[in-house]
């Protein structure tokens, strides 16, 4: 089957290429680096290498906590940071600067992927969420190349898809070293598809600390929105929800400053063209300067002030939960202590939000009427709001520890291998 899936993929070729044309034309960045893509490297480190795998930007977010232990436990090592999208790798510059080796994984091609562990020499390479490439895995098993994938997540949805090669993810997942899991479901559903030496860790995001640049890039936003009005955050919104959300805001009237934050940064433009199509005053977040009362929408075109949007923020809906994107990460703004509101689609973060609603964290809604509707009724609620901002720091803080257990995980490994 692997054969096979080899096979699969060298049919495809051509259309790698395309897809890289297609998005280089709303992302230049696409074009860069395409070298890496398949193997062929310009930066090497003359010291031994643990190499993490983060494919964008949420996964990129969540290796914070524990690439910091990593750095404290192994200062002797070079940290590679992978990723698989521009935006991603940005975020790695943002975090890390120049404290880690950042390039793009090969596509999973046997040559390009064996060139990526001859070249690093990795002492131990770690997978985020749910990266089970075959062709990956099996050369790294191959080259006596310890992996483990951590912080591990799958959806049933995705559980599916992997049970149709249910042979070639079987021989992948038993050719890693360990699997840590965020969640019990998450470990059930990799057992079933033949996952062995498996634990449950919780979850990385839980661990990651607002940092206090943001905090107060946060603050000084807020000072920018102004004080006078009421601040509601549309963060990570995906393709159609925006028409969605602007529909029922209008609709219902709209006093409270809407900021609009899209997932994709290739977006930007859309959504701009988007506003001024429906007559809206908006103004751009780039443009770094006080919001005049007579501006309705705020279009957050910015990467990497994530943490500072929810600062500035009254109240906040977690894009890619209205249509069935399956959610983003809303621990982040529960955090900082943001109250929550998401909609019906959460499969990608099934368990943390369902904890975070029992845990009066966030409230979850239908559809968008519903959603501005909640918004306005808890802008209404001082009381709800300040019990919410609570309870959404009480709920992180609940679930921390994650960070720990990969590093055991990491550190029987590593010691297994010499």
């Known amino acids: 089957l692997l054969i096979f899936y080899t096979l699969v993929l060298w049919l495809l070729l051509p259309f790698v290429f395309v897809r890289l044309a297609l998005r280089g034309r709303r992302q230049p960045e696409y074009l860069q680096h395409i070298g890496e893509r398949f193997g062929f490297y310009p930066v090497r480190s003359d010291k031994p290498v643990i ?28 940290i590679v940071l992978t990723h698989t999208t521009p935006t991603g790798r940005a975020t790695s510059e943002q975090l890390y600067g120049d404290g880690v080796l950042r390039v793009y994984l090969p596509y999973d091609y046997p040559f390009a992927v064996r060139r990526f ?23 790294g098993y191959a080259e006596c190349v310890p992996m483990l994938l951590l912080n591990a997540r799958l959806s049933e949805k995705s559980a599916r898809g992997y049970a149709r090669v249910a042979s070639l993810t079987r021989c992948a997942l038993q050719e ?16 079933r598809l033949g996952a062995q030496q498996i634990s449950v860790m919780g979850n990385l995001k839980f661990d990651i600390a607002p940092p206090p640049a943001m905090l107060e890039l946060g603050s000084s936003l807020r000072q920018q929105f102004g004080t006078a009005r009421q601040v509601f955050l549309a963060a990570s919104t995906r393709e159609g929800e925006e028409a969605l959300l602007l529909d029922a805001w209008q609709a219902q009237g709209g006093a409270e400053l809407l900021v609009i934050v899209p997932r994709h940064p290739q977006r930007f433009t859309e959504i701009a063209d988007m506003l001024a199509k429906r007559g809206l005053r908006y103004q751009r977040r780039s ?18 002030e994530m943490f500072a949007y929810y600062v500035a923020a009254d109240i906040a809906y977690i894009g890619g939960s209205l249509l069935p994107f399956g959610g983003q990460n809303l621990i982040e703004a529960c955090a900082v202590g943001t109250p929550v509101l998401i909609g019906p689609h959460t499969y990608n973060f099934a368990d943390a939000t369902r904890v975070a609603v029992e845990a009066g964290a966030a409230v979850q809604v239908n559809d968008a009427a519903g959603l501005i509707q909640a918004v306005q009724k808890l802008l209404n609620d001082a009381s709800a709001l300040a019990a919410m901002r609570s309870q959404g720091v009480q709920f992180v803080s609940a679930y921390q520890g994650a960070t720990d257990k990969a590093m055991a995980v990491i550190g029987k490994v590593l010691s297994s291998r010499g």
């Not at 964008?56 to 404290?72: C, D, H, I, N, Q």
């Not at 443009?287 to 990497?304: F, H, I, T, Y």
């Open 51 to 78: 190499w993490l795998h983060a494919v964008s930007v949420g996964e990129t977010r969540a290796t914070v906590s524990l690439v910091a232990k990593l750095r404290a436990a192994y200062p002797d090592y070079q």
């Open 117 to 139: 562990l001859r070249h690093f020499r990795p002492k131990l390479g770690i997978l985020m969420e749910t990266e089970i490439w075959f062709n990956l895995i099996h050369a």
């Open 176 to 191: 890693l070293d360990a699997i840590a899991a965020q969640t019990a479901d998450d470990a059930a559903r990799l057992t």
């Open 287 to 304: 443009e770094n300067r006080e919001v005049p009362a007579k501006v309705q929408v705020v279009l957050g075109d910015s990467m990497g």
